[in-house]
Protein backbone atom coordinates (compact mmCIF):
# COMPACT_ATOMS: atom_id res chain seq x y z
CA UNK A 1 0.00 0.00 0.00
CA UNK A 2 1.79 3.40 -1.34
CA UNK A 3 1.51 6.68 0.65
CA UNK A 4 -1.43 8.29 -1.15
CA UNK A 5 -3.86 4.71 -0.22
CA UNK A 6 -2.52 5.30 2.83
CA UNK A 7 -3.70 8.87 3.34
CA UNK A 8 -7.11 8.32 1.52
CA UNK A 9 -7.56 5.27 4.03
CA UNK A 10 -6.92 7.47 7.03
CA UNK A 11 -8.92 10.46 5.73
CA UNK A 12 -11.89 8.22 4.86
CA UNK A 13 -11.60 6.92 8.62
CA UNK A 14 -11.24 9.74 10.53
CA UNK A 15 -14.75 11.20 8.92
CA UNK A 16 -16.51 7.94 8.85
CA UNK A 17 -15.30 7.65 12.92
CA UNK A 18 -16.46 10.99 13.47
CA UNK A 19 -20.06 10.18 11.64
CA UNK A 20 -20.33 7.01 13.93
CA UNK A 21 -19.64 9.25 17.30
CA UNK A 22 -22.13 12.20 15.87
CA UNK A 23 -24.71 9.25 15.56
CA UNK A 24 -24.56 8.15 19.21
CA UNK A 25 -24.44 11.39 20.51
CA UNK A 26 -27.26 12.40 18.89
CA UNK A 27 -29.56 9.32 18.76
CA UNK A 28 -28.20 7.17 22.03
CA UNK A 29 -31.49 8.11 24.29
CA UNK A 30 -33.75 7.28 21.99
CA UNK A 31 -32.11 4.10 19.33
CA UNK A 32 -32.73 0.70 19.70
CA UNK A 33 -29.84 -1.06 21.91
CA UNK A 34 -28.82 -3.28 19.04
CA UNK A 35 -28.88 -0.48 16.73
CA UNK A 36 -25.97 1.35 19.31
CA UNK A 37 -24.02 -2.32 19.32
CA UNK A 38 -23.71 -2.10 15.39
CA UNK A 39 -22.40 0.87 15.47
CA UNK A 40 -19.87 -0.15 18.01
CA UNK A 41 -19.07 -3.42 16.01
CA UNK A 42 -18.70 -0.93 12.79
CA UNK A 43 -16.65 1.17 14.52
CA UNK A 44 -13.51 -1.75 15.54
CA UNK A 45 -13.96 -3.01 12.42
CA UNK A 46 -13.33 0.14 10.34
CA UNK A 47 -10.06 0.62 12.89
CA UNK A 48 -9.04 -3.17 12.12
CA UNK A 49 -9.55 -3.00 8.28
CA UNK A 50 -7.43 0.95 8.03
CA UNK A 51 -4.84 -0.47 10.29
CA UNK A 52 -4.10 -4.15 8.17
CA UNK A 53 -7.11 -5.05 6.25
CA UNK A 54 -7.23 -5.46 2.40
CA UNK A 55 -8.62 -2.77 0.14
CA UNK A 56 -11.88 -4.83 -0.17
CA UNK A 57 -11.99 -5.21 3.64
CA UNK A 58 -11.79 -1.66 3.92
CA UNK A 59 -14.06 -0.81 1.66
CA UNK A 60 -16.70 -3.51 3.25
CA UNK A 61 -15.80 -2.16 6.93
CA UNK A 62 -16.56 1.79 5.26
CA UNK A 63 -19.87 0.32 3.68
CA UNK A 64 -20.73 -1.24 6.95
CA UNK A 65 -20.30 1.47 9.02
CA UNK A 66 -22.60 3.77 6.05
CA UNK A 67 -25.34 1.41 6.90
CA UNK A 68 -25.06 1.23 11.07
CA UNK A 69 -25.21 5.04 10.87
CA UNK A 70 -28.04 4.98 8.79
CA UNK A 71 -29.96 2.87 10.87
CA UNK A 72 -29.45 4.99 14.05
CA UNK A 73 -30.10 8.49 12.00
CA UNK A 74 -31.68 7.83 8.77
CA UNK A 75 -30.76 10.41 6.48
CA UNK A 76 -33.70 13.20 5.64
CA UNK A 77 -35.57 13.59 2.55
CA UNK A 78 -34.30 16.75 1.45
CA UNK A 79 -30.85 16.44 3.18
CA UNK A 80 -28.73 18.03 0.20
CA UNK A 81 -31.48 20.96 0.74
CA UNK A 82 -31.19 21.03 4.34
CA UNK A 83 -27.56 20.88 4.38
CA UNK A 84 -27.21 23.93 2.25
CA UNK A 85 -29.71 26.27 4.28
CA UNK A 86 -27.91 25.19 7.55
CA UNK A 87 -24.38 26.02 6.02
CA UNK A 88 -26.19 29.33 4.88
CA UNK A 89 -27.89 30.68 8.02
CA UNK A 90 -24.65 30.00 9.94
CA UNK A 91 -22.86 31.87 7.25
CA UNK A 92 -25.35 34.43 7.92
CA UNK A 93 -25.23 34.38 11.32
CA UNK A 94 -20.99 34.85 11.59
CA UNK A 95 -21.16 37.53 9.05
CA UNK A 96 -24.72 39.43 11.06
CA UNK A 97 -22.50 39.01 14.41
CA UNK A 98 -18.84 40.37 13.00
CA UNK A 99 -20.90 43.63 11.84
CA UNK A 100 -22.63 43.91 14.93
CA UNK A 101 -19.95 44.03 17.09
CA UNK A 102 -16.34 43.83 15.06
CA UNK A 103 -16.24 45.53 11.83
CA UNK A 104 -19.09 46.92 9.94
CA UNK A 105 -18.72 48.47 6.23
CA UNK A 106 -19.75 51.95 5.51
CA UNK A 107 -19.83 53.93 2.49
CA UNK A 108 -18.65 57.87 1.78
CA UNK A 109 -22.01 59.65 0.57
CA UNK A 110 -20.16 63.12 0.07
CA UNK A 111 -17.35 64.87 -0.82
CA UNK A 112 -16.50 66.30 2.76
CA UNK A 113 -13.38 63.60 3.30
CA UNK A 114 -11.49 64.34 -0.46
CA UNK A 115 -9.12 64.06 -1.11
CA UNK A 116 -8.76 61.15 1.61
CA UNK A 117 -11.53 59.53 1.09
CA UNK A 118 -14.19 60.08 -1.72
CA UNK A 119 -18.17 60.24 -1.41
CA UNK A 120 -20.57 60.01 -4.57
CA UNK A 121 -19.47 62.11 -7.97
CA UNK A 122 -19.77 62.89 -11.19
CA UNK A 123 -17.87 63.72 -14.57
CA UNK A 124 -19.52 65.07 -17.25
CA UNK A 125 -20.63 63.09 -20.46
CA UNK A 126 -23.43 62.77 -22.20
CA UNK A 127 -23.60 59.54 -24.28
CA UNK A 128 -22.87 55.87 -23.15
CA UNK A 129 -19.59 54.96 -24.45
CA UNK A 130 -18.08 51.60 -25.85
CA UNK A 131 -17.58 50.34 -22.14
CA UNK A 132 -20.90 51.40 -20.96
CA UNK A 133 -22.82 48.89 -22.59
CA UNK A 134 -24.61 45.92 -21.45
CA UNK A 135 -22.74 43.21 -20.07
CA UNK A 136 -19.40 45.21 -20.68
CA UNK A 137 -20.17 47.60 -17.68
CA UNK A 138 -20.45 45.09 -15.22
CA UNK A 139 -16.95 45.23 -15.16
CA UNK A 140 -16.37 48.76 -14.52
CA UNK A 141 -19.42 48.66 -11.91
CA UNK A 142 -18.37 45.73 -10.14
CA UNK A 143 -14.71 46.36 -10.03
CA UNK A 144 -13.79 50.03 -9.82
CA UNK A 145 -17.30 51.42 -9.09
CA UNK A 146 -18.27 53.49 -11.59
CA UNK A 147 -20.31 54.04 -15.12
CA UNK A 148 -22.85 56.08 -17.20
CA UNK A 149 -26.21 57.13 -15.57
CA UNK A 150 -28.76 59.06 -16.83
CA UNK A 151 -32.60 60.01 -16.17
CA UNK A 152 -35.19 59.93 -18.12
CA UNK A 153 -38.71 61.83 -18.59
CA UNK A 154 -41.31 59.27 -17.49
CA UNK A 155 -43.69 61.01 -19.43
CA UNK A 156 -44.42 63.88 -21.58
CA UNK A 157 -44.49 67.91 -20.70
CA UNK A 158 -42.94 71.10 -19.70
CA UNK A 159 -39.25 70.87 -18.15
CA UNK A 160 -40.11 73.22 -14.43
CA UNK A 161 -37.73 75.21 -13.49
CA UNK A 162 -38.41 74.99 -9.40
CA UNK A 163 -36.31 72.33 -8.28
CA UNK A 164 -35.85 71.31 -4.33
CA UNK A 165 -33.75 69.04 -2.60
CA UNK A 166 -34.43 66.01 -0.48
CA UNK A 167 -33.09 64.37 2.65
CA UNK A 168 -30.42 62.81 0.81
CA UNK A 169 -29.08 66.17 -1.12
CA UNK A 170 -30.35 65.03 -4.59
CA UNK A 171 -32.63 67.05 -6.97
CA UNK A 172 -36.52 66.76 -7.00
CA UNK A 173 -37.77 68.01 -10.43
CA UNK A 174 -40.67 67.96 -12.21
CA UNK A 175 -42.25 67.68 -15.47
CA UNK A 176 -45.42 67.84 -15.74
CA UNK A 177 -46.54 67.66 -12.00
CA UNK A 178 -44.50 63.97 -12.18
CA UNK A 179 -41.54 64.46 -9.65
CA UNK A 180 -37.99 63.25 -10.83
CA UNK A 181 -35.29 62.56 -8.63
CA UNK A 182 -31.56 63.74 -10.06
CA UNK A 183 -28.54 62.84 -7.99
CA UNK A 184 -26.79 65.98 -6.62
CA UNK A 185 -24.51 67.14 -8.94
CA UNK A 186 -25.45 64.81 -11.97
CA UNK A 187 -25.27 67.49 -15.49
CA UNK A 188 -28.30 68.50 -16.56
CA UNK A 189 -29.36 68.19 -20.01
CA UNK A 190 -32.18 70.36 -20.55
CA UNK A 191 -33.18 74.12 -20.19
CA UNK A 192 -36.04 75.07 -17.91
CA UNK A 193 -39.16 75.24 -19.54
CA UNK A 194 -38.11 73.10 -22.48
CA UNK A 195 -40.88 70.40 -23.38
CA UNK A 196 -39.81 67.08 -23.11
CA UNK A 197 -41.20 63.28 -24.94
CA UNK A 198 -41.30 60.78 -22.82
CA UNK A 199 -38.38 58.73 -22.99
CA UNK A 200 -35.62 62.09 -23.37
CA UNK A 201 -32.74 62.38 -21.34
CA UNK A 202 -32.94 64.95 -18.38
CA UNK A 203 -29.50 64.70 -16.62
CA UNK A 204 -26.28 62.18 -17.67
CA UNK A 205 -22.81 61.75 -16.27
CA UNK A 206 -20.01 59.34 -15.28
CA UNK A 207 -21.25 58.25 -11.82
CA UNK A 208 -18.25 57.37 -9.30
CA UNK A 209 -19.41 55.32 -6.43
CA UNK A 210 -18.16 56.56 -2.91
CA UNK A 211 -15.24 54.64 -1.26
CA UNK A 212 -16.62 51.59 1.09
CA UNK A 213 -14.90 51.44 3.76
CA UNK A 214 -14.63 48.98 7.49
CA UNK A 215 -14.84 50.30 10.38
CA UNK A 216 -13.35 48.84 13.81
CA UNK A 217 -16.49 48.64 16.20
CA UNK A 218 -14.32 47.57 19.32
CA UNK A 219 -11.14 49.42 19.12
CA UNK A 220 -12.45 51.91 21.53
CA UNK A 221 -13.08 49.43 23.73
CA UNK A 222 -9.62 49.11 24.27
CA UNK A 223 -7.94 52.25 23.86
CA UNK A 224 -8.81 56.17 23.72
CA UNK A 225 -9.82 57.87 20.34
CA UNK A 226 -6.50 59.25 18.50
CA UNK A 227 -6.39 62.63 16.66
CA UNK A 228 -6.20 61.93 13.12
CA UNK A 229 -8.19 58.86 13.26
CA UNK A 230 -11.46 58.82 10.44
CA UNK A 231 -14.22 58.19 12.69
CA UNK A 232 -17.63 57.38 12.06
CA UNK A 233 -19.84 58.82 14.47
CA UNK A 234 -23.60 58.80 14.91
CA UNK A 235 -25.70 61.81 14.86
CA UNK A 236 -28.31 61.17 17.28
CA UNK A 237 -27.08 63.47 19.45
CA UNK A 238 -26.40 66.62 17.72
CA UNK A 239 -29.26 68.93 17.91
CA UNK A 240 -28.41 71.27 14.80
CA UNK A 241 -31.13 72.13 12.31
CA UNK A 242 -28.83 71.32 9.20
CA UNK A 243 -27.71 67.65 10.43
CA UNK A 244 -29.50 64.78 9.19
CA UNK A 245 -30.17 62.71 12.56
CA UNK A 246 -30.41 59.60 13.15
CA UNK A 247 -27.60 58.57 10.54
CA UNK A 248 -24.04 58.36 10.47
CA UNK A 249 -21.54 60.81 9.72
CA UNK A 250 -17.38 59.98 8.88
CA UNK A 251 -14.96 62.57 9.78
CA UNK A 252 -11.20 63.28 10.98
CA UNK A 253 -11.10 63.46 14.59
CA UNK A 254 -9.05 66.78 15.27
CA UNK A 255 -10.04 67.77 18.99
CA UNK A 256 -10.06 65.75 22.44
CA UNK A 257 -11.46 66.11 25.67
CA UNK A 258 -10.58 69.35 27.98
CA UNK A 259 -8.35 70.88 24.26
CA UNK A 260 -9.27 74.68 22.69
CA UNK A 261 -9.75 74.22 19.25
CA UNK A 262 -9.35 77.40 17.00
CA UNK A 263 -8.49 77.76 13.51
CA UNK A 264 -5.48 79.80 11.69
CA UNK A 265 -6.24 79.41 7.79
CA UNK A 266 -4.52 76.65 6.54
CA UNK A 267 -3.55 75.66 10.22
CA UNK A 268 -5.41 73.93 13.15
CA UNK A 269 -4.84 75.33 16.36
CA UNK A 270 -4.82 73.38 19.56
CA UNK A 271 -4.14 74.79 22.66
CA UNK A 272 -2.24 77.57 21.11
CA UNK A 273 -0.29 75.36 18.83
CA UNK A 274 -0.58 74.55 15.07
CA UNK A 275 -1.13 70.69 14.66
CA UNK A 276 1.34 68.79 12.09
CA UNK A 277 1.02 65.27 13.78
CA UNK A 278 -0.10 62.64 12.84
CA UNK A 279 0.92 62.93 8.94
CA UNK A 280 -1.92 64.02 7.71
CA UNK A 281 -1.99 67.38 9.51
CA UNK A 282 0.75 68.23 7.65
CA UNK A 283 -0.32 67.11 4.20
CA UNK A 284 -3.82 69.32 5.04
CA UNK A 285 -1.48 72.37 5.71
CA UNK A 286 0.48 71.61 2.49
CA UNK A 287 -1.82 70.67 -0.10
CA UNK A 288 -4.83 72.37 -1.89
CA UNK A 289 -8.15 71.02 -3.10
CA UNK A 290 -10.37 72.75 -5.20
CA UNK A 291 -8.71 75.55 -4.10
CA UNK A 292 -9.25 75.75 -0.56
CA UNK A 293 -5.69 74.92 1.14
CA UNK A 294 -5.97 73.62 5.14
CA UNK A 295 -8.40 74.32 7.72
CA UNK A 296 -10.86 77.09 6.76
CA UNK A 297 -13.58 78.56 8.64
CA UNK A 298 -17.14 77.57 8.64
CA UNK A 299 -19.66 79.55 6.76
CA UNK A 300 -20.47 82.64 9.00
CA UNK A 301 -23.59 82.93 7.15
CA UNK A 302 -24.99 79.89 8.45
CA UNK A 303 -28.06 79.66 11.02
CA UNK A 304 -27.11 78.94 13.86
CA UNK A 305 -23.96 81.15 13.65
CA UNK A 306 -20.88 77.91 13.42
CA UNK A 307 -18.66 77.36 16.41
CA UNK A 308 -15.44 78.48 14.36
CA UNK A 309 -16.57 81.36 11.86
CA UNK A 310 -14.16 83.76 12.12
CA UNK A 311 -10.75 84.77 13.67
CA UNK A 312 -10.80 84.87 17.21
CA UNK A 313 -13.77 82.22 17.48
CA UNK A 314 -12.32 79.52 19.56
CA UNK A 315 -14.27 76.02 20.72
CA UNK A 316 -13.50 74.16 24.15
CA UNK A 317 -14.27 70.81 24.20
CA UNK A 318 -15.85 69.47 27.79
CA UNK A 319 -14.68 66.78 28.61
CA UNK A 320 -16.03 62.81 26.80
CA UNK A 321 -16.37 65.10 23.45
CA UNK A 322 -14.48 64.81 20.62
CA UNK A 323 -14.52 67.32 17.47
CA UNK A 324 -14.38 66.02 13.95
CA UNK A 325 -13.81 67.97 10.79
CA UNK A 326 -13.80 67.15 7.22
CA UNK A 327 -10.80 66.70 4.90
CA UNK A 328 -12.29 69.07 2.61
CA UNK A 329 -13.19 71.71 4.96
CA UNK A 330 -14.63 74.16 2.41
CA UNK A 331 -17.40 71.60 1.75
CA UNK A 332 -18.11 69.89 5.05
CA UNK A 333 -20.56 70.36 7.66
CA UNK A 334 -18.50 69.53 11.10
CA UNK A 335 -17.61 70.43 14.37
CA UNK A 336 -17.08 74.04 13.31
CA UNK A 337 -20.63 74.34 13.14
CA UNK A 338 -22.25 71.77 15.90
CA UNK A 339 -19.28 71.39 18.35
CA UNK A 340 -17.76 68.75 19.83
CA UNK A 341 -19.76 64.89 19.45
CA UNK A 342 -19.54 62.54 22.93
CA UNK A 343 -18.00 59.26 23.12
CA UNK A 344 -20.98 57.35 23.21
CA UNK A 345 -21.82 58.47 19.22
CA UNK A 346 -18.48 57.60 17.96
CA UNK A 347 -18.61 53.81 16.39
CA UNK A 348 -15.26 53.48 15.61
CA UNK A 349 -12.16 54.10 13.38
CA UNK A 350 -12.21 53.56 9.87
CA UNK A 351 -9.48 51.75 8.80
CA UNK A 352 -9.85 50.23 5.18
CA UNK A 353 -11.37 50.60 1.71
CA UNK A 354 -12.53 47.70 0.80
CA UNK A 355 -14.33 48.67 -2.62
CA UNK A 356 -14.11 50.29 -5.05
CA UNK A 357 -10.61 49.57 -6.67
CA UNK A 358 -9.20 53.06 -7.16
CA UNK A 359 -5.95 53.99 -5.80
CA UNK A 360 -6.88 54.40 -2.00
CA UNK A 361 -7.76 50.80 -1.88
CA UNK A 362 -6.25 49.17 0.83
CA UNK A 363 -5.89 50.43 4.48
CA UNK A 364 -6.35 54.17 5.21
CA UNK A 365 -3.05 56.30 6.00
CA UNK A 366 -3.26 58.38 9.07
Known amino acids: MNFFERRRRRKTARHLRHELRHARAMREDVADAKDLGRLDRAGERLAA ?69 YGIEFRDQAEPG ?9 VGWSLFGEGFVEVKARNDGFFAPQAMRDAEGDW ?29 TIASGRMRYGDHVLVNK ?25 IRRDTFYIKRLVGLPGETIEIEPPYLVVDGRRVLDPPAFQRQVERTY ?10 P ?30 SSLDGRYFGGVPQRSLVGPAFAVYWPLTERWGFIRR
Open 130 to 138: FWDRFPLNI
Open 290 to 299: LGVRGYTFAD
Open 301 to 330: RSVPRPKLAAPGDSLFLEPGRYLPMGDNSG
Open 172 to 200: IVYIDRTPHRVRRNMPFRRRPEEYLRRGD
Open 218 to 242: VAYNFRRPRRGDIIVFDTSGIAHPQ
Open 49 to 117: AESAGTAEAFEDACAEAVAAIRTVRPPHRFHAVAENYEVIVVALAVAMSIRCFFVQPFKIPTGSMQPTL
